[in-house]
């Protein structure tokens, strides 16, 4: 698999990365053995980019990569979130800028991944309570100590990653992005490309709806947490799985998948931009794969640019709530 250069860094990555969520019970009870032979298989295959976070699984998935990576850890370039605090004090916006967190939570990380320095070390929200400046000016200590190669941010604003750039140049943005979460359309991509900063689209099949497995709300387990977001919701869910019938169409045609077709549709969007969709097993990880193959004709991509446009997925993509901390 050709690996493409990560913004204006140093940093060689395939064009999807794996993102590693799911294998830490974000989505059902999940299989170490499964997921460590999933890591395992997409190096074999040419993915060398892992995404992690301090807070996935409680730690839990940071000790599960460094599992994968021990002895070959010049084979992967490993990009982690902070994570957002849970103690009470934190106050409703659990924003986690302050110096003190971001030092710790990266120290805290290396720790658990068996490592001395992350490739890239990402704040996870933009904390309103503290200064973007305040909370890059922390992360370049982690650089300037060798802890971090490169800093990122994650669901900044435009005027966020202008601000942030002006105390430490900054590798990446990572913000929600499909074709059914189209915010980033709104400036945040030119602000990247404005920097030549890498753009790291995840949820790129909307949690699942571009997956075409979830048809009412009844499809998901109980228990699932997506219960809780708006798109899946009752009148939401219907009406956005009926947005998905020229892409189904064009799947078809090309004897693909919904999720290829979706995942491939990103990648046409630039070589800057870099989909990290989630798998916990091999047969997951595989079927994304075969999107990096699919090349569209100009009359497919307007089709699918006239059937799904921004803003035409029903409901949110967070509860109010979280609406609140993306995007700042």
């Avoid at 999807?16 to 799911?22: D, T, V």
């Avoid at 298989?41 to 892992?50: I, Q």
């Avoid at 359309?185 to 979830?214: K, T």
Wanted: charged residues 25%; positive net charge.
């Amino acid at each position: 698999m050709e690996h493409r250069r990560f913004g204006a860094t140093d940093l060689k990555v395939s064009p999807l990365g794996l993102g590693c969520m799911g294998m830490s019970g974000a989505y059902g009870v999940g299989d170490d053995a499964e997921s460590l032979a999933t890591i395992d298989r997409a190096l074999e295959l040419g993915v060398n980019f892992l995404d992690t976070s301090a807070s996935y699984g409680n730690g839990h998935n940071q000790q599960l990569i460094a599992q994968a990576i021990k002895g070959r850890r010049d084979k992967f370039v490993i990009h982690s979130k902070s994570g957002s605090p849970r103690e009470k004090d934190m106050g409703a916006t659990r924003g986690g800028g302050r110096a003190d967190y971001l030092i710790g939570m990266c120290e805290d990380s290396l720790k658990r991944l068996a490592i001395d320095c992350l490739d890239v070390w990402c704040m996870s929200r933009i904390d309103p309570n503290v200064p973007v400046e305040e909370s890059v000016g922390a992360m370049a200590k982690l650089v300037e100590q060798g802890k971090a190669r490169y800093i990122g941010l994650s669901e900044a604003s435009a005027d966020s990653v202008r601000r942030a750039r002006k105390i430490h140049p900054i590798a990446s943005l990572q913000m929600e992005y499909s074709l059914f979460s189209r915010d980033a359309e709104a400036g945040n991509i030119a602000a990247c490309r404005e920097f030549g900063m890498a753009f790291m689209a995840y949820a790129p099949l909307g949690r699942g709806l571009l997956s075409g497995q979830f048809r009412k709300p009844a499809d998901l387990p109980s228990d699932d947490r997506r219960h809780d977001m708006p798109r899946f919701q009752a009148g939401n869910l219907e009406r956005n799985m009926e947005l998905l019938a020229v892409v189904e169409d064009i799947a078809k045609s090309k004897g693909a998948t919904v999720p290829q077709i979706a995942l491939a549709w990103l990648l046409s969007r630039g070589a800057d931009v870099f989909p990290i969709p989630g798998a916990k097993t091999r047969r997951h990880l595989e079927e994304n794969l075969k999107a990096v193959q699919i090349v569209f004709a100009a009359d497919e991509l307007a089709r699918i640019a006239a059937a799904i446009p921004p803003g035409a997925a029903a409901g949110t993509r967070y509860p109010p709530g979280q609406m609140k901390r993306v995007n700042v």
